[in-house]
């Protein structure tokens, strides 16, 4: 044995280090995404990095990955993100970590590339301000501090115990340096308990600044702020008669519950506004610019409306519609009373969060139910649906008529200007189309020989519903009784009562709207101005 024998660290485990620096780095983004959390919990409109990334990542996504994920996780779709998010920035910690045992310059360049990219983004917001860069950058330094605090913790350490008392061939004073020398190394650094024990440390660190960072944004809740809103009576009650709803099992209520009502839109974090802070702003072609406050609302001409509400995303007997009854204030009082200018056709509407959306002027002032809304079926709006007040105009699809969290109003034209999704390649103008859905029975779903209720809903917003017809197995096609109208904006329940045989069996509905015109058998697709075709299902008769 040599003296050079000796000296060789006895690295006897190099994959479980390299693992354990792994887990490094996974503590390490863990850390920086609890800090990231607790700056921004200091400031009401500072996003996290987390949400201000996947805002940006929502606004860059190709259609067909937003048509994926709607199809997939439907009104789940943002948490869906925020787990993907987790999971890809949990594996780059990983990564980084591992890579960081060797060369911790790697460490040290990926968290500063993270925050240099979550600054860069934070600060190309619509609606971004100096402080949203902080959030960002003080958890790419913490990321790098609690890597390097941890991977101190892996530094080589031979173990100066191992050494023999003597060896063959080698001079006693030599293994006695050596023992020496180890033993300093074996004081510089913890061994793999020692690792362990740090690491418990910062995970208690990221508990800890996880739950203060939301405990911080919670103070900035509206809940006390809308639970304190008092609604005005309308001019006018809607009243849901018995003969407006039908009671079938299974199908769809004439009214959808505040809680089941569908929710597509972009916020990744549902904007908290409260109402006594809330301005709009209503500029652009008009002879006088106006700014109005909740109060101002509230105290103007209120009116209540039942809307039927359909995202263009929908898809042939989708969910991603709903109806409610709304109570606001006619957006065509308000932009009259500004004064709109004869060339203006397009009506931008703008969320607090920078969304942006175009409606035509015609489908505001024509005498619709088009609406500032601040209530819904009877409640001051739900936060995720838009309070204080959020847009409502029937008859257009949601992306070019529902704005959200409405904080200003430009008249513009069509020329001038591309909304959000129109920049996207969705239509400039997008009316709702003609459809229906069976809502019972289900697909493949078992029934029992005998009378079946087949039982749905019907649509074509401010047109009306005239005519719905279901068949068997493509045979006659045999009218369905609809239930009474209420208004020509809200959807039309109906049921047909069929003579079910024993097997397998296709159920089909197509719709007739006020217009005389019939539902679409062909198939197409949402984009880039919904869908149309018939709704079927196959049930199994027993």
């Not at 996974?26 to 500072?46: E, K, S, T």
């Not at 509400?309 to 204030?329: R, Y």
């Not at 019972?440 to 779903?445: D, G, Q």
Request: proline share 7%; net charge negative.
């Amino acid at each position: 044995m040599t003296p050079a024998d000796l000296a060789t660290p006895a690295r006897t485990r190099p994959v479980v280090d390299r693992l354990l620096a792994a887990l490094a780095g996974l503590l390490a983004a863990a850390v920086a995404l609890a800090v990231g959390d607790l700056v921004a919990g200091l400031f009401r409109d500072v996003p996290s990095p987390r949400d201000a990334v996947g805002s940006e990542f929502i606004d860059r996504t190709p259609r067909w990955l937003k048509d994926f994920a709607i199809d997939q996780f439907g009104t789940n779709d943002k948490v869906a993100l925020r787990a993907g998010m987790l999971v890809v920035i949990g594996l780059l910690g990983l990564v980084l970590g591992a890579l960081s045992l060797r060369r911790r310059v790697i460490g040290l360049i990926g968290f500063a590339a993270f925050g240099i990219v979550g600054a860069i983004v934070a600060a190309q917001r619509p609606v971004s301000q100096p402080l949203d860069v902080l959030p960002p950058l003080l958890a790419a330094v913490a990321g790098i501090a609690t890597l390097w605090f941890l991977l101190d913790r892996l530094a080589p350490a031979a173990d100066a115990r191992a050494l023999p008392p003597s060896a063959a061939g080698v001079d006693r004073g030599v293994v006695d340096n050596l023992r020496a020398e180890l033993a300093t190394t074996n004081r510089k650094g913890l061994d793999r308990r020692g690792f362990f024990v740090a690491s418990a440390a910062v995970a208690a660190v990221v508990v800890a600044a996880g739950s203060a960072g939301k405990w911080l944004k919670d103070r900035f809740d509206v809940a006390a702020s809308r639970d304190s809103v008092v609604l005005p009576r309308p001019v006018a009650k809607v009243s849901v008669t018995p003969g407006t709803a039908i009671t079938t099992d299974g199908i769809s209520p004439f009214l959808t519950p505040n809680a089941d009502f569908y929710r597509i839109d972009t916020a990744l974090a549902v904007p908290q506004i409260p109402a006594d802070s809330w301005r709009l702003k209503v500029h652009g072609l008009v002879d006088r610019e106006l700014e109005l406050t909740f109060d101002d609302l509230l105290r103007r001409n209120v009116v209540e409306a039942p809307v039927t509400l359909a995202c263009v995303s929908n898809e042939v007997g989708g969910d991603l519609i709903g109806n409610a009854t709304w109570l606001g204030v006619p957006i065509a009082d308000i932009i009259e009373e500004a004064g709109v200018r004869p060339e203006a056709d397009q009506l931008k509407s703008t969320s607090s969060d920078g969304w942006t959306c175009g409606t035509p002027v015609s489908a505001v002032t024509d005498g619709r139910a088009a609406l500032l809304a601040f209530g819904m079926n009877g409640e001051p709006l739900p936060v995720e649906h838009g309070f204080p007040v959020r847009m409502v105009v029937p008859g257009l699809y949601g992306y070019v008529s529902a704005t959200k969290w409405v904080v200003d109003l430009e008249l513009t034209t069509f020329a001038d200007y591309d909304a959000y999704w129109v920049r996207r390649g969705w239509s400039a103008q997008g009316p709702i189309k003609t459809q229906s859905r069976i809502d019972t029975p289900r697909p493949l779903a078992r029934v029992a020989a005998g009378r079946v209720a087949v039982a749905g809903v019907a649509w074509a917003q401010h047109r009306g519903i005239d005519v719905v017809e279901v068949r068997a197995d493509e045979g006659r096609w045999m009218p369905a009784r609809l239930a009474d109208e209420l208004s020509a904006d809200t959807w039309r329940q109906w049921v047909w009562e069929w003579d079910a045989t024993p097997g397998r069996h296709k159920l089909e509905v197509r719709a007739t709207d006020a217009t005389g015109a019939v539902q679409p058998e062909e198939r197409v697709e949402p984009f880039p101005d919904g869908a149309t075709g018939w709704h079927s299902v196959v049930v199994q008769v027993t």
